[in-house]
């Protein structure tokens, strides 16, 4: 099993900034491909961003990109969501999600394919 704890969320003004951490438990985390998802109420998950599993390949929602980005640090076992240029839509849950599949992936926009999930960390943008 493993275990994702998030960190980070926050208010914070239009225009703000924000960095979340996600920290996994265990001893196989450079294993694992790393996403992050955001959820609002009413609605169901929404993909952010993804990490491959050495961190060489990056990918990001149309939403986000130019102002999210996602990097990992595998001798910590962290993953980070650096969050610039934050907007009142950018309001949500956010969760980090890993995927331990050992497949030919890189990594994967789609919910279903992630095996473990943080609790979420809120994050509030107000305009």
């Known amino acids: 099993q493993v275990q994702l704890v998030e960190s980070g969320g926050g208010s914070v003004q239009a225009g703000g900034s924000l960095r979340l951490s996600c920290t996994a438990s265990g001893r196989t985390f450079g294993n694992y491909i790393m996403g992050w998802f955001r959820q609002v109420p009413g609605k169901g998950r929404e993909f952010v961003a993804a990490?491959?599993?050495?961190?060489?390949?990056?990918y990001y929602a149309d939403s986000v990109k130019g102002r999210f980005t996602t990097s990992r640090d595998n001798a910590k076992n962290t993953v980070y969501l650096q969050m610039n240029s934050l907007k009142p839509e950018d309001t949500a849950v956010y969760y980090c999600?890993?995927?331990?599949?050992?497949?030919?992936?890189?990594?994967?926009?789609?919910?279903?394919?992630?095996?473990?999930w943080g609790q979420g960390t809120q994050v509030t943008v107000s305009s």
């Open positions: 999600a890993a995927d331990s599949d050992d497949s030919s992936r890189l990594y994967s926009t789609r919910e279903e394919v992630y095996d473990y």
């Open positions: 990490i491959s599993r050495i961190g060489g390949i990056t």
